[in-house]
């Protein structure tokens, strides 16, 4: 099974960065779709991106131009750079794998998931 560990979460000012990564394991062979989601309390989980099995990448509106998300096959790492962080970025962000080539964004598409990690953005 799929096995996925997300980090590099942390207090930042608004208009400054920070990049997250997911260490994923458990799995050869097909590079799955893998995204990025966020969630603060009192709300559910929404998409902010996702790359799919053949190298595309597709942004929540909210955060295209300002995110990117890439991997690096070598590390079996997945990786979202933010920058330009606004306040309301701040949410708990979940890296998740869909067992697909393809992407979705519903996320009940999504089967494995990281622990989370916290990025709170003050002004």
């Known amino acids: 099974q799929v096995q996925l560990v997300d980090s590099g979460g942390g207090s930042v000012q608004a208009g400054g960065s920070l990049r997250l990564s997911c260490a994923a394991s458990?799995?050869?062979?097909?590079?799955?779709?893998m995204g990025w989601f966020r969630q603060v309390p009192g709300k559910g989980r929404e998409a902010v991106a996702h790359i799919d099995g053949y190298g595309t990448s597709t942004y929540a509106d909210s955060v295209k131009d300002r995110f990117t998300i890439f991997k690096d096959n070598a590390k079996n790492t997945l990786y979202l750079q933010m920058n330009s962080l606004k306040s309301t970025d701040t949410a708990m962000y979940y890296c998740?794998?869909?067992?697909?080539?393809?992407?979705?964004?519903?996320?009940?598409?999504?089967?494995?998931w990281g622990q989370g990690t916290q990025v709170t953005v003050s002004s």
């Open positions: 458990g799995y050869t062979g097909i590079t799955y779709c």
């Open positions: 998740a794998a869909r067992l697909s080539l393809s992407c979705r964004w519903e996320v009940d598409e999504y089967r494995y």
